[in-house]
């Protein structure tokens, strides 16, 4: 029987992000991000320790910062460990693969603006923009062009020795 692992969170950052890189080269970004809930008459506040890696994380550690809200989605691990002291601590750890950036760029909460990147296609668009990078750069004087009997417009373009006439 197979299980699942799946952790959603929306709350504010309690730190502003720190972007690292690995010995081979791989980006990740470490954050915390507070929820808070109220129960009666008290109010219980829960931190969680959220990494993200590759093109995920740069996009992360450039625009989120301290006190921005965000939804993060990935999986959850409980860490256990000694503190400085010697107590013994648990540690909520959450791998990032998805993470929305809620609010505005300006910090306006109530406009409602949200943005939002997947791990998946953060990697996606970086291979992209290296591919695109490496090809050949488009012609001047690329002109739009409309396939003949279709309806709807659709269009591509061609560049000055391609035209059919």
Known sequence: MSSFNKIIIVGYLGRDPELKYTPGGDAYCNFSV???EKRRDEEITTWFRVTCWGRL???AAEYL???KQCYCEGRLRLTEYTDREGQQRTSLEVTASEIQFLGTRNGDEDSGRRSSVSEDEANRAARKAAFEGQGPAKKRGAKQATLPGTTERS???LGDDEIPF
């Open 155 to 157: 269009s591509y373009e």
């Open 34 to 36: 507070a929820t808070t």
């Open 57 to 59: 994380a740069e996009i």
């Open 65 to 67: 910062s301290k006190g």
